[in-house]
T-cell receptor, first 113, second 114 residues
Framework: DAMVIQNPRYQVTQFGKPVTLSCSQT?????MYWYQQKSSQAPKLLFH???????NEADTPDNFQSRRPNTSFCFLDIRSPGLGDAAMYLC????????????FGPGTRLTVT | QKEVEQNSGPLSVPEGAIASLNCTYS??????FFWYRQYSGKSPELIMS????GDKEDGRFTAQLNKASQYVSLLIRDSQPSDSATYLC??????????????FGRGTQLTVWP
């Protein structure tokens, strides 16, 4: 089945220790998104890629970086995680930029100790 | 600022009842509207999309859109305990640099009790 896969599902890191979250998709979608979601809050868009065109949200901290080496994979790097970065990180895809339907992976729950 | 507002609930209905979830949005030119279901600890799942004024039905779900009132709703008929989840309303802008993104509400938590 075509899907969006995120690894790991749970990640524990220490304060200030860099961490990388990964997302892959078999849907062959052009657009990939990274969201941060904290408890009882709306998903907050961090970045999105339209093919290789990177789009950073204005309020995304510099501590967050992203890479998309090919159509299938996208990575979220948190250079120096703080306690406030503990959240669920969601990867989503969309077939084209003009379409609204987004398909989410299962998410990575990040804990910062 | 494009805002999407939802009553956070919780909304509690008995099994078999109709659950009504509401959403308002601030960007008058928005074109596309979506409902996502999110179970506790899981990721959002797209359940309905609607683009034109009126009703759209899919099984037990009906989405209703009124662009003049900037209002979109989701009705769940014959509610089941398995419908207990948070329902997120999402709106897509019509144009501009924000074309590629959705604006989400904070969600309404629904509980269906047996």
């Amino acid at each position: 089945d075509a899907m969006v896969i995120q690894n790991p599902r749970y990640q524990v890191t220490q304060f200030g220790k860099p961490v990388t979250l990964s997302c892959s998709q078999t849907l062959n979608h052009n657009v990939m998104y990274w969201y941060q979601q904290k408890s009882s809050q709306a998903p907050k868009l961090l970045f999105h890629y339209y093919d290789k065109d990177f789009n950073n949200e204005a309020d995304t901290p510099d501590n967050f970086q992203s890479r998309r080496p090919n159509t299938s994979f996208c990575f979220l790097d948190i250079r120096s995680p703080g306690l406030g970065d503990a959240a669920m990180y969601l990867c989503a895809t969309s077939r084209a930029r003009g379409l609204g339907e987004q398909y989410f992976g299962p998410g990575t729950r990040l804990t910062v100790t | 600022q494009k805002e999407v507002e939802q009553n956070s609930g919780p909304l509690s209905v008995p099994e078999g009842a109709i659950a009504s979830l509401n959403c308002t949005y601030s960007d008058r030119v928005s074109q596309s509207f979506f409902w996502y279901r999110q179970y506790s600890g899981k990721s959002p799942e797209l359940i309905m999309s609607i683009y034109s004024n009126g009703d759209k039905e899919d099984g037990r779900f009906t989405a209703q859109l009124n662009k003049a009132s900037q209002y979109v709703s989701l009705l769940i008929r014959d509610s089941q305990p398995s419908d207990s989840a948070t329902y997120l309303c999402a709106v897509k802008p019509a144009r501009g640099s924000t074309l590629g993104r959705l604006y989400f509400g904070r969600g309404t938590q629904l509980t269906v009790w047996p």
